[in-house]
Nanobody, 129 residues
Framework: EVQLQASGGGSVQTGGSLRLSCAVS????????IGWFRQAPGKEREGVSC??????????YYTDPVKGRFTISSDNAENTVYLQMNNLKPEDSGNYYC????????????????????WGQGTQVTVSS
């Protein structure tokens, strides 16, 4: 059974930092895409970042609002993906979810708009002005 457990959310001031974790079980990181989405009240969910692995080659992707401020990484031995969030802004506030799917399912699609097979529970991030 695939489980994705997000943690690490909290409340910070503008300019602060948080590190989110997504612990993955029942799912191999090989040939896979694992990412982060977020959703704020009254807003559509949006892709934040993802990390892909295929044939031992790894790539990281970010959407424009977080590019240069967030960093995604993975610890394959621990089956955990991290999202380091620096210089946080109020517009970063929302529920953050981790997602996962096989690489070949995602490949060729716009990753922020692809409907991933596996979703975890969200962790709340609140950034105050």
């Amino acid at each position: 059974e695939v489980q994705l457990q997000a943690s690490g959310g909290g409340s910070v001031q503008t300019g602060g930092s948080l590190r989110l974790s997504c612990a993955v079980s029942g799912f191999s990181f090989d040939d896979a895409v694992i990412g982060w989405f977020r959703q704020a009240p009254g807003k559509e969910r949006e892709g934040v970042s993802c990390i892909s692995n295929s044939g031992g080659v790894t790539y990281e992707y970010y959407t424009d609002p977080v590019k240069g401020r967030f960093t995604i990484s993975s610890d394959n031995a621990e089956n955990t993906v991290y999202l380091q969030m620096n210089n946080l802004k109020p517009e970063d506030s929302g529920n953050y979810y981790c997602v996962a799917d096989k690489f070949l399912n995602v490949f060729g699609n716009s990753w922020p708009h692809y409907e991933y097979h596996y979703w975890g529970q969200g962790t709340q991030v609140t950034v105050s002005s």
